[in-house]
């Protein structure tokens, strides 16, 4: 009897923790607080920087297209074989070199971009859902202030 007491007092309490569902997690340290307003902080310049160079890529895109219709269109105006004609063909090798340097900055931009977003996504998971004491929070908001 007395066994089966203990066994039922077991299952009952351990029926009570499963309910109770997983344990919570504990509230951030000031250090882990401070590192995910970092995290923030670097993704936001990031985010400004690349759309920086996205808006002056496409500009350089732009000013080639212009360039290139240009040059197609003097085309038919170069007599070949004059002074002229070199010219024209050195230009068109200047407009091949730009638009390849553009095609590789376009690829470079691709993988700053998906870095950006692995780094983010990374953040994302290791502060989302972060606990931190009103006492934490408020330390770490004066010391950044502080720094501004």
């Known amino acids: 009897m007395k066994n089966a007491l203990i066994g039922l007092l ?15 997690k504990p509230p951030a340290t000031r250090d882990e607080y401070r590192a995910c307003l970092a995290d923030a902080d670097a993704a936001v310049s990031r985010r400004a920087a690349l759309q920086k160079r996205r808006v002056e890529f496409e500009g350089r895109g732009q000013q080639l297209a212009v360039d290139q219709k240009a040059h197609v269109d003097a085309g038919p105006t ?15 090798e200047k407009l091949n070199v730009r638009s390849m340097s553009l095609n590789t900055e376009a690829e470079q931009i691709e993988k700053d971009v998906a870095e950006h977003n692995r780094l983010s996504a990374d953040a994302s ?3 989302s859902g972060l606990t931190v004491s009103t006492e934490d929070m408020k330390a770490v908001n004066e010391e950044r202030a ?3």
């Open 78 to 92: 170069i007599k070949k074989g004059s002074r002229l004609a070199e010219a024209y063909n050195l230009e068109g």
């Open 146 to 148: 502080a720094k501004k």
């Open 10 to 24: 077991l299952l009952l309490s351990s029926s009570f923790a499963w309910a109770q569902g997983p344990a919570a």
């Open 125 to 127: 998971k290791r502060c």
